[in-house]
T-cell receptor
Framework: DAGVIQSPRHEVTEMGQEVTLRCKPISGHNSLFWYRQTMMRGLELLIYFNNNVPIDDSGMPEDRFSAKMPNASFSTLKIQPSEPRDSAVYFC?????????????FGPGTRLTVL | SQQGEEDPQALSIQEGENATMNCSYKTSINNLQWYRQNSGRGLVHLILIRSNEREKHSGRLRVTLDTSKKSSSLLITASRAADTASYFCATDARGAQKLVFGQGTRLTINP
């Protein structure tokens, strides 16, 4: 299995631009999680999906952030417009939901820099 | 507020020594997990301990859980340079699928 795949691995953009991060979960996993990691705030859960349905988006910082999961094998996290404070590493993780707190498998992350 | 808090924030030891990291949490849990993150990489799951378990082993890893104190410890025995990484505990809130991660312990193994 290829594991969780994220693209791009690195993204450098200018303030005000739209940024789209992509994730392909492990085949057969039915839960998908988006995290953001910074030195100041650590690892924060932004949103997670069960069977392609958003369950908890309470961690999404503001309306500039949106996430979709059109099918079981693809999810996007979009930031529009981007700001310098959005600079962070964004991780996608997936799990096979059977009970609360199942093991999560993380992708390599997307390092976003907003200038 | 964060569910898990690791202690210490940073730990530096000599190769071959044992490393112990602690985690405290606030609410009732179903299980607690430990993850490792190498620099520039995603997190990798190490071990899961359920709320009805007190101790669990996996290779050189030993995890304990004390639900009365809401705390857990991760012991890495006979440390190796390759163990240099950040270690995170993660807890689930009862009935919720999401995990909440602590700030992590940065472990450095000196050769």
């Amino acid at each position: 299995d290829a594991g969780v795949i994220q693209s791009p691995r690195h993204e450098v953009t200018e303030m005000g631009q739209e940024v789209t991060l992509r994730c392909k979960p492990i085949s057969g996993h039915n839960s998908l999680f988006w995290y953001r990691q910074t030195m100041m705030r650590g690892l924060e859960l932004l949103i997670y999906f069960n069977n392609n349905v958003p369950i908890d988006d309470s961690g999404m910082p503001e309306d500039r952030f949106s996430a979709k999961m059109p099918n079981a094998s693809f999810s996007t996290l979009k930031i529009q417009p981007s700001e310098p404070r959005d600079s962070a590493v964004y991780f996608c993780a997936s799990s096979s939901a059977g009970e609360s707190g199942d093991t999560q498998y993380f992708g390599p992350g997307t390092r976003l820099t907003v200038l | 507020s964060q569910q898990g808090e690791e202690d210490p924030q940073a730990l530096s030891i000599q190769e071959g020594e044992n490393a112990t990291m602690n985690c405290s949490y606030k609410t009732s849990i179903n299980n607690l997990q430990w993850y490792r993150q190498n620099s520039g990489r995603g997190l990798v799951h190490l071990i899961l301990i359920r709320s009805n378990e007190r101790e669990k082993h996996s290779g050189r890893l030993r995890v304990t859980l004390d639900t009365s104190k809401k705390s857990s410890s991760l012991l890495i025995t006979a440390s190796r340079a390759a163990d240099t990484a950040s270690y995170f505990c993660a807890t689930d809130a009862r009935g919720a699928q999401k995990l909440v991660f602590g700030q992590g312990t940065r472990l450095t193994i000196n050769p």
